[in-house]
């Protein structure tokens, strides 16, 4: 069972999230708040597994709300609900330590995926995440030398790019005849080489360097 938190200061959009998530009868909403201070007030009694936040509906593109929360809980992880129209703060959001993006129109497999692979330990961007990420990135045309592409292997070059095409773990071992045990040693040492927290900005590394 997944225990779930959500911020959503709109009750209809956020009944819309609960009936989803208890008809999939493998997620329990442990509370949910309308406010940031309400729901910084709940987590000292409840520790869910994920927490769902509804960022169409804060002020500042809610970015004093996810540092309100990560300065709460460090670790647990985060799943936005958003729209495309936010692509200008996905860099932000994955700086801010986000775990996971869910569409706005996205259907309800989509929510329940997201809250499956935060639960497991792994991220989840769909695909349309990162060619959102790639137009915003390619036009702040960053740049990286012939010599620090080097630092990836051939392997890790491909298990990047297949990680930047939204596989998991399972489907990327499925594709270079490996375990998904061995994708995940050979993506901690990528982001151990370049310096990535995460899945995201390991993925962020890649379009900013053309390396996708």
């Not at 309308?34 to 769902?52: A, C, H, L, S, Y």
């Not at 998904?180 to 899945?199: F, L």
Request: with cysteine; proline share 2%; net charge positive.
């Amino acid at each position: 069972m997944c225990y779930i938190a959500i911020l959503e200061n709109y009750s209809l959009f956020c009944s819309g999230i609960k009936s989803v998530l208890e008809e999939s009868k493998e997620c329990t909403i442990v509370f949910e708040a309308k406010t940031i201070n309400d729901f910084i007030k709940k987590m000292n009694d409840e520790k869910p597994d994920v927490i769902i936040v509804d960022i169409i509906h804060c002020h500042d593109e809610g970015i004093s709300t996810i540092k309100k929360i990560r300065r709460k809980t460090s670790r647990t992880p985060i799943l936005l609900v958003l729209s495309s129209d936010y692509s200008s703060f996905f860099e932000d959001y994955i700086s801010l330590g986000i775990n996971g993006f869910v569409f706005n129109d996205a259907g309800s497999n989509a929510l329940i995926n997201a809250v499956k692979a935060l639960k497991n330990g792994e991220d989840y961007f769909h695909p349309r995440v990162w060619q959102l990420l790639k137009k915003y990135l390619q036009s702040k045309k960053i740049t990286i030398t012939h010599e620090e592409k080097k630092i990836l292997t051939s392997r890790e070059l491909n298990i990047l790019k297949l990680f930047c095409k939204g596989y998991t773990y399972k489907e990327i071992g499925a594709k270079l005849n490996i375990s998904p045990r061995t994708v995940e040693t050979h993506k901690k040492n990528i982001q151990t080489k370049i310096s990535a927290r995460s899945t995201a900005e390991m993925v962020e590394f890649a379009y900013q360097n053309n390396l996708h």
